[in-house]
């Protein structure tokens, strides 16, 4: 944490971290000016992603910051962090292992606890099925993978404002990073079943309310029939047709999905009722 001296403006570096919410006097050592500054409480992030890769990329921009930052890879220990500590922001993969993004969100946002939730898609490749979501299932944004590296820093001040962290050089976005690798097996029906969840997952995040519409009238297929031919494309390009000939892989994630996410409604209209 920088603070300057409000007499001459000289910078003076604090440990953010050791002193958070302390009120502390200090002495600039140019012109021995003595004032008050009070620091921060300390922030607490929580990286909630499957691939590892995203979770390094957090830890690398502001681990130097932020008081404390955790990372898991599945909904379990999502649950088990969630339930034990009280974090400031969680960034949250929407295929998550485990569970739905709207799951965990209603389940935060039933328990009181004031975190900012930003969602993260699962895989890089900018696909015809992506566009700015018109719904989050509460979460407050989204962030592109391929936008971390310029635009965390400044998301998380815009949606935390007391968080201590420093502001980094603009880093220049990339269009793609690695692909998120699939099951370390050659079993490929379970590889064709993981990258068709991965790919419902972000396909969800885009088309949110088409997805909802489609639920209540019955014709999800027909509704999201570009979203999901381009998927399959995604999909070809990974798995081997002769695989992809014995199901629609993609067709059946969309299905599971909307099952829970129906009954997530469902329930929502209930609470409201009640």
Request: proline letters at 6%.
């Amino acid at each position: 944490m920088i603070i300057a001296c409000p007499q001459c403006q000289r910078k003076l570096r604090i440990n953010a971290a050791k002193y958070a919410g302390k009120n502390l006097s200090l002495t600039c050592r140019n012109c021995e000016q003595s004032f008050p500054c009070l620091v921060p409480p300390s922030a607490k992030i929580l990286v909630a992603h499957g691939e590892p890769g995203v979770c390094r990329t957090v830890l690398e921009l502001c681990s130097q910051d932020v008081g404390e930052i955790l990372t898991c890879s599945d909904a379990a220990m999502a649950r088990q962090l969630l339930g034990r500590q009280s974090f400031s922001v969680l960034l949250l993969d929407v295929a998550l292992p485990g569970a739905f993004p709207f799951q965990l969100i209603d389940e935060i946002q039933h328990s009181g606890v004031p975190t900012k939730i930003i969602l993260l898609p699962s895989v890089y490749n900018r696909t015809a099925y992506k566009r700015k979501p018109s719904s989050l299932y509460g979460a407050d944004d989204y962030l592109e993978l391929h936008h971390l590296t310029d635009r965390l820093i400044p998301l998380l001040h815009e949606l935390v404002p007391e968080l201590t962290l420093k502001s980094r050089p603009y880093c220049a976005m990339s269009d793609e990073g690695d692909e998120r690798p699939l099951p370390a097996n050659e079993d490929m029906n379970l590889q064709a079943e993981e990258l068709a969840r991965l790919l419902i997952a972000d396909i969800a995040l885009y088309h949110q309310e088409q997805i909802d519409l489609g639920i209540e009238r019955q014709d999800l297929e027909v509704r999201l029939a570009t979203e999901l031919e381009e998927g399959r494309r995604m999909l070809a390009c990974r798995i081997p047709q002769v695989e992809l000939d014995r199901q629609d892989y993609l067709l059946a994630a969309l299905i599971c999905f909307a099952r829970a996410r129906e009954k997530e409604l469902r329930a929502g209209e209930g609470d409201s009722h009640g």
